[in-house]
């Protein structure tokens, strides 16, 4: 069996967060090695909610030169930007004549999207529908993501048997790979809910926090009356989340991290956090200036979308075949 081809996204919708980085990017950065990988700055997807559209290109190159400064190597790994790839946009078109109405309504996090919004766009419906079409369009086998995109690769599967029971085996059905460690990093201010870049700033440390700012914000991050510095995620949700930062910075296990901090103050525990988190994004965001406006940058971003286009024009043109659309 070939070894299966890696495809993953990131939205352009906001500053990166440690969430991002603990959750998903280090991931990529270890699978470029044993892999076939496209990652990809999913820009459409961030459409299905209202963007300034200066920031929004700002954004996605300063997404795109993040992934870079984690560590990804264009040599490697095929970046690029989606709306650079139209062949995306066209087979998330014919996967809605494949997808039922009711299986979008009930995603969750379309769900949580449209609560208290006056107006609910069909963009944000259809989310998961152009992921379906990001990942089928490159026959990825793997897909590393976080916790919270779980149920959108549910859909992902799901549409690839359907196309193939309906039009013969054409797609690889993909798998999710989600890691036990931080697939789910929690929010600083509210240790109940995720991290997310779409939250206030105080609720997440950005890659580009400087180191100040990082040591600030884990300053104030919630913790619970107690004293104890244990992993106990249910009755110790910031503790807890604290000590999976933390050891996933410092590159040990949760258990070693325990044994360390046993007997410590909250103070000086969120203090050896913050040392731990700026040392993981000193050499990301040295790289990231080097990147900014670069015309390495733009190179590599135009040579990905040239490898990802060729890639995706054979699976576009098969699914088209198949469908029964008149070939030019
Ligand atoms: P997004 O920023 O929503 O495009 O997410 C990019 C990647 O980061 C996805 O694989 C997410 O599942 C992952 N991710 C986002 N927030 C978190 C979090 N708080 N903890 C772990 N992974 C996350
Ligand atoms: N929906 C994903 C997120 O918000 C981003 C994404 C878009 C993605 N297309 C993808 C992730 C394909 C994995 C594979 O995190």
């Known amino acids: 069996m070939p070894m299966a081809r890696v495809f993953s996204g990131v939205q352009p919708s906001g500053d990166l967060?440690?969430?991002?980085?603990?959750?998903?990017?280090?991931?990529f950065v270890v699978?470029?090695?044993?892999?076939?990988?496209?990652?990809?700055?999913?820009?459409?997807h961030a459409l299905t909610l209202p963007q300034d559209p200066g920031e929004l290109r700002a954004r996605t190159e300063k997404v795109a030169a993040?992934?870079?400064?984690?560590?990804?190597?264009?040599?490697?790994?095929?970046?690029f930007v989606q709306s650079h790839v139209p062949a995306h946009a066209e087979l998330c078109w014919l996967f809605f004549g494949l997808t039922y109405l009711g299986e979008l309504s009930r995603m969750t996090q379309f769900k949580d999207k449209a609560r208290n919004r006056k107006t609910v766009t069909t963009g944000l419906l259809n989310y998961?529908?152009?992921?379906a079409a990001d990942i089928l369009l490159y026959q990825a086998g793997l897909v590393p993501v976080g916790d919270d995109q779980k149920q959108h690769l549910e859909l992902a599967r799901d549409i690839a048997v359907r196309f193939n029971n309906r039009f013969g085996e054409t797609f690889v059905v993909p798998e999710p790979m989600i890691a036990k460690v931080g697939a789910r990093i929690m929010s600083l201010d509210d240790p109940t809910r995720k991290m997310s870049k779409s939250e206030t700033p105080d609720s997440y440390v950005a890659l580009l926090d400087p180191p100040e700012v990082v040591a600030a914000k884990l300053?104030?991050?919630?913790t619970d009356s107690g004293r104890e510095i244990r992993y106990r995620p249910k009755e110790k949700p910031?503790?807890?989340?604290?000590l999976t930062i933390y050891a996933l910075s410092a590159g040990k296990t949760v258990r070693e991290a325990e044994a360390e901090f046993d007997g410590l103050g909250y103070a000086d525990f969120k203090k050896a956090v913050a040392e731990a988190v700026v040392e993981t994004l000193r050499p990301i965001q040295a790289r990231y200036r080097e990147l900014i406006g670069s015309a390495e940058l733009r190179d590599i971003l135009r040579e990905g979308s040239r490898r990802a286009a060729d890639v995706a024009a054979v699976t576009l043109r098969t699914v088209q075949e198949k469908m029964g659309i008149l070939l030019p």
Not at 67 to 75: E, I, N, R, V
Not at 219 to 222: T, W
Not at 238 to 242: A, F, K, R, Y
């Open 17 to 27: 967060t440690i969430g991002n980085y603990l959750g998903a990017l280090r991931h």
């Open 238 to 242: 910031g503790i807890s989340n604290l």
């Open 219 to 222: 300053a104030r991050a919630v």
């Open 128 to 131: 998961p529908v152009l992921m």
């Open 31 to 44: 699978l470029q090695h044993e892999h076939e990988c496209y990652f990809c700055v999913v820009d459409l």
């Open 66 to 79: 993040l992934l870079l400064a984690c560590g990804l190597d264009p040599a490697r790994v095929t970046l």
